[in-house]
């Protein structure tokens, strides 16, 4: 059974560096074709992809963020952290850790997701 | 602005079917057979209904399906019941900047 679980601050100070983790069981991301991915929803609004990464440690990242955005993978611990620099008010949102696989690209197990606020 | 675009809502009785549209473009939908759809309720994990255009996880109601035509995919749910009420999500994966996401589509079960 695959589940997906994300922790970090609740809130964070505009130009503050937002730290997130996924962590997960039920599959390895040493296995050939599976990812880790990181969506966001802000309040209200519509889902958006911002970044990938492969048990090759192959790294892809929207590129209206990419200058932003980190990710990195914990093999071991069964971990994927997602660093944001520079946060914004706008960047206010629900972030989610979703599992997918290369063969199917589909986003197909999400966790419950953490609301990240970014206020002063 | 998302980059699918999807209904704001739609709303049907029980038992009935609704159909909900995504329109893509030539870079998503109309050139790669991997569009997704995902089932949202509130404070839950948004949940896997429709992969690869037409395909059903397993545990998916048959209610369920989906298809494609062009750069438009639709997800139909037929026998409409209640705890279908749910926001609903079309995805598509779209090459180098992978995945795209409809803007939501609000179904009440009236």
């Known amino acids: 059974q695959i589940t997906l679980k994300e922790s970090g601050p609740t809130v964070v100070k505009p130009t503050q560096t937002l730290t997130l983790t996924c962590t997960f069981s039920g599959f390895s991301l040493s296995t050939s074709g599976v990812g880790v991915g990181w969506i966001r929803q802000p309040p209200g609004k519509a889902l958006e992809w911002l970044a990938v990464i492969f048990w090759s440690d192959d790294k892809r990242y929207s590129p209206s963020l990419k200058s932003r955005l980190t990710i990195t993978k914990d093999t071991s611990k069964n971990q994927v952290v997602l660093t944001m620099t520079n946060m914004d008010p706008v960047d206010t949102a629900t972030y989610y850790c979703?599992?997918?696989?290369?063969?199917?690209?589909?986003?197909?197990?999400w966790g419950q997701g953490t609301l990240v606020t970014v206020s002063s | 602005q998302s980059a699918l675009t999807q209904p704001p809502s739609a709303s049907g009785s029980p038992g009935q079917s609704v159909t909900i549209s995504c329109s893509g473009t030539t870079n998503d939908i109309g050139v790669y057979n991997y569009v997704s759809w995902y089932q949202h309720h509130p404070r839950k994990a948004p949940k896997l209904i429709i992969s690869e255009v037409s395909k059903r996880p397993s545990g998916v109601p048959h209610r369920f399906s989906g298809s494609k035509s062009g750069n438009t995919a639709s997800l139909t749910v037929s026998g409409l019941q209640a705890e279908d009420e749910a926001d609903y999500y079309c995805?598509?994966?779209?090459?180098?900047?992978?995945?795209?996401f409809g803007g939501g589509t609000k179904l009440t079960v009236l």
């Open positions: 995805s598509a994966y779209a090459g180098s900047n992978f995945w795209v």
């Open positions: 979703a599992h997918t696989l290369s063969t199917t690209w589909t986003l197909d197990f």
